[in-house]
C-alpha cells in the first residue's frame, strides 16, 4: 500500500453530486484521476476534497482510476488507503474491478482484489448480456493475465450471464484460444448452453474456428470430426 503524506479526517460516506460547488470540485477530482497525476490528487485531498464521489452515473472516483488507458495503481492504492469503496457498483452495476479487468489492467486487478473486491460481483443492467461477471470482462477482450488472476482468486468459470453466455462460450465466439484453454483448465463446462442452446463446440463450428474445436473435441474424448 503507498503511504500518504498527509493526515486523513473522517470523509463522508459516497454521495451522488449535487450542487455547483460539488460538482466543481468532483470535475477537478475526475480529471485528475483521469491524467494519473498522484500529486496533484494529494494536493486535493490536503485541500479537503472528498474523494469519495461519484458522477451522475454512479461512477466513483476509483472506478474512474481503473478504467483509465494508462492506470496508476499508486491512485488506486491510494484511493483504497481513503476509503473509497472498491465494492460500489455504478447505474450499470459495474464495479472497480470489472472496469480494470475490461481494461486488462493486470497489476489494479490484482490491487482490488487484494483490497477485498467481489470477484463474483455481476453487472446486472448492462444493455448487452446482462449479468456479466468480471471474468466475463476479462475473457471475451482476451486478457489472459487478467483471466488468470480472477480464477486464482475464486472466479466462477461456469456463472452465466442473461444470455446464458458462460466465460468459456464468449470467449470461444472470439475465437480467442488462450482463454479458452485457460477456462476449460480451470474447469470450464463444455457443455454448457446459451439460451439459443449453443454449446462451446456448435459456436466453434459455426465460426469455423479449427482449433479450438480440435481442443474441444479432445477434451470431451471425441475424434476431431465431432
Same mark, same amino acid.
Given at each position: 500500500m503507498i503511504p500518504l503524506a498527509i493526515v486523513v479526517s473522517d470523509l463522508p460516506e459516497l454521495e451522488k453530486i449535487?450542487?455547483?460547488?460539488? +460538482?466543481?470540485?468532483?470535475?477537478?477530482?475526475?480529471?485528475?484521476? +483521469?491524467?494519473?497525476?498522484?500529486?496533484?490528487?494529494?494536493?486535493?485531498?490536503?485541500?479537503?476534497?472528498?474523494?469519495?464521489?461519484?458522477?451522475?452515473?454512479?461512477v466513483t472516483t476509483l472506478m474512474k482510476a481503473a478504467a483509465s488507458r494508462s492506470p496508476d495503481c499508486n491512485i488506486v492504492q491510494t484511493l483504497i488507503a481513503l476509503g473509497v469503496d472498491v465494492n460500489a457498483n455504478d447505474e450499470n452495476g459495474k464495479t472497480a474491478l470489472m472496469y480494470?479487468?475490461?481494461?486488462?489492467?493486470? +497489476?489494479?486487478? +490484482?490491487?482490488?482484489?487484494a483490497a477485498g473486491a467481489d470477484v463474483n460481483a455481476k453487472a446486472e443492467k448492462v444493455a448487452i448480456g446482462w449479468n456479466r461477471t468480471a471474468l466475463m470482462y476479462a475473457a471475451w477482450l482476451d486478457h489472459a493475465d487478467t483471466v488468470r488472476a480472477l480464477i486464482e482468486s475464486g472466479a466462477d468459470v461456469n456463472v452465466k450471464n442473461s444470455d446464458g453466455d458462460t466465460a468459456l462460450l464468449g470467449a470461444v465466439k472470439e475465437g480467442y484460444i488462450e482463454i479458452v484453454r485457460i477456462l476449460i483448465d480451470?474447469? =470450464?463446462?463444455?457443455? =454448457?448452453?446459451?439460451?439459443?442452446?449453443?454449446?462451446?463446440?456448435?459456436?466453434?463450428?459455426?465460426?469455423?474456428?479449427?482449433?479450438?474445436?480440435?481442443?474441444l473435441c479432445k477434451e470431451a474424448g471425441m475424434s476431431r470430426e465431432c
Open positions: 449535487g450542487d455547483d460547488q460539488n +460538482q466543481q470540485r468532483a470535475m477537478n477530482i475526475f480529471e485528475v484521476i +483521469q491524467v494519473g497525476s498522484i500529486d496533484k490528487l494529494q494536493e486535493l485531498v490536503k485541500a479537503g476534497t472528498d474523494v469519495k464521489v461519484s458522477d451522475n452515473s454512479g480494470a479487468s475490461e481494461r486488462g489492467s493486470i +497489476q489494479v486487478v +490484482q490491487v482490488l482484489l480451470a474447469g =470450464a463446462d463444455i457443455n =454448457a448452453r446459451n439460451c439459443n442452446d449453443d454449446t462451446a463446440l456448435s459456436l466453434a463450428v459455426s465460426e469455423d474456428f479449427p482449433v479450438i474445436i480440435e481442443m
